[in-house]
């Protein structure tokens, strides 16, 4: 199925590192319709300066290659002391077919390092939900079942929610509004598979309460 700070009257917040693939990166539209560049202007706007999100993403990564990704980062520069860290991966497992199993092990080391970059508090640590891409027209042209993508997504968002909440991290379920909205042709970019700018936007505003609660620790 990756940029530094703004100046201003508002004090920074350290900064805002956004873990994941297409989805975080925003595959498809312009860098300031990526969710995360839009949450952090929606925190701005409420007087919560974390500057431009450093992005480490890139289409396509599973777990695993987001893990890798991480070593290559932090062998370039420290990652950690972020105020707010994000993670969204692990539908590019699934559409591969990988293991729930691995995905498990995998996406608890990689929460664990997403709290290390928070400064050790996994209450700066955002886990947003994989969004399910079988309502999406790619799922019919790729000859994919959209029930079973629905119900193998269920499985790793459970996955993800169980370890967000005993890890201490906050959960976004952004899955209902992208099953409720996700096929329309305005909340698709031009593949016909990743989501536009005004979906980023719904998923910014539903992250936008945990962000804000997350900065106040």
Aim: charged share 15%.
């Amino acid at each position: 199925m990756a940029a530094g700070g703004v100046s201003g009257s508002m004090p920074a917040a350290r900064g805002f590192l956004a873990l994941g693939d297409s989805y975080t990166i925003g595959e498809g539209v312009a860098p300031d319709g990526r969710w995360p560049v839009q949450l952090a202007v929606a925190l701005r706007a409420e007087g919560l300066d974390v500057g431009q999100p450093r992005i480490v993403a890139t289409t396509g990564w599973t777990t695993a290659e987001l893990a890798a990704g991480l070593d290559h980062a932090e062998a370039e520069g420290p990652l950690g002391d972020q105020a707010l860290v994000s993670l969204l991966a692990g539908v590019n497992n699934q559409y591969r077919g990988l293991p729930l199993e691995a995905f498990e092990r995998e996406f608890a080391a990689l929460l664990e390092r997403a709290a290390g970059y928070a400064g050790g508090d996994p209450g700066r640590v955002l886990v947003l939900a994989i969004p399910d891409w079988g309502v999406t027209p790619f799922a019919p042209a790729e000859g994919r079942d959209p029930a079973q993508v629905a119900a193998q997504i269920d499985a790793f968002n459970a996955v993800c929610q169980a370890q967000a909440l005993r890890a201490g991290a906050h959960w976004v379920d952004i899955a209902p509004v992208g099953r409720a909205r996700g096929g329309e042709a305005a909340m698709l970019a031009a593949d016909g598979l990743h989501p536009s700018a005004a979906m980023y936007a719904l998923w910014a505003a539903l992250a936008l309460p945990a962000a804000r609660e997350a900065l106040a620790r």
